[in-house]
């Protein structure tokens, strides 16, 4: 399997609403900024346990996730 497939396999919640509130929440698919850019990197376990999160995650309050400086 490429690894381009393999990526594709990767499950996400974005729905291609691709804008950020004043706490770099993305207001389509609720992940923080940090979470989008880390994706791909997170084990199986991680990206089920946002995913469990998302429903019910609260994006008008600041986040708990660290901003990064790229």
Known sequence: MSQQHSYMQVRSPCVSVCEYNEHYYCTGCKRHMDEIIDWLDYSDEKRA???????TRDISKPSGVTFKSY
């Open 49 to 55: 346990s946002v995913m469990q999160e998302l429903p």
